[in-house]
């Protein structure tokens, strides 16, 4: 009969807490928030449940670091957009850059963001929650930007930049559930280029 040796009963198996945490934001991504299941996530991550539990906290903030990971990975695309010199470029790069991360053959199609608590039980109410205020974040931060756009004489002193906000993000949960339905790179594209050709001038 074999006998343990080296002294290991009991130490839990070593891991990658950054990779363990890449490959539970695809499986959120793809699935949902409540149609991953701890089975799904922890076959993905490559861990125990007990691990997971020791490393991430349960489900819930799992995945809160997950969408962070999310919004300084994948959907980074934004607050790289918010740089760009003009109104109109920012819109541009916001829109490609959904079209981009929603289409990426590697990854999961659409927005971790729009899918993943679109329709939650009461058990997953405060991710709900936390996906509507992520969302709304992003608008403000667009807001933002068109307002300073007004100011500086970019944007013309009549444009509304809260609905210019809430305009661009529409586009792009409207691109991230197109992707998720099939729709290719090529036409989300032609879409939001069409839907900037009446960008406001000043």
């Known amino acids: 009969m074999r006998t343990r040796q080296n002294g290991r009963t009991g130490r839990p198996r070593g891991f990658d807490t950054d990779e363990a945490l890449e490959r ?4 959120f991504w793809e699935r949902g928030y409540e149609g991953a299941s701890l089975a799904d996530l922890t ?10 539990y020791a490393a ?3 489900k819930e903030e799992l ?22 010199p003009t109104a109109l470029a920012v819109a541009t790069a916001i829109l490609a ?3 981009r991360t929603t289409t990426r053959p590697a990854h999961p199609h659409g927005c971790m963001g729009v899918q993943s608590a679109l329709t939650t039980g009461d058990s997953g109410r405060d991710v709900r929650d936390l996906l509507a205020a992520w969302r709304n974040n992003g608008c403000s931060r667009v807001r933002e930007r068109f307002q300073r756009a007004v100011d ?13 906000a809430r305009y661009v993000t529409t586009l792009v949960f409207g691109i991230a559930v197109q992707a998720a339905s099939g729709v290719g790179r090529d036409e989300l594209q032609e879409t939001a280029d069409a839907a900037l050709r009446n960008w406001p001038l000043s």
């Open 43 to 52: 076959g993905a991550m490559g861990i125990s449940a007990t691990s997971m």
């Open 56 to 58: 991430f906290g349960n």
């Open 24 to 27: 539970a934001m695809l499986v």
């Open 63 to 84: 995945f809160r670091k997950a969408l962070e990971r999310y919004t300084e990975g994948p959907g980074a695309y934004l607050s790289q957009a918010l740089e760009e």
């Open 97 to 99: 850059g959904a079209v």
């Open 152 to 164: 500086e004489g970019d944007l013309p002193p009549q444009a509304d930049p809260a609905l210019l």
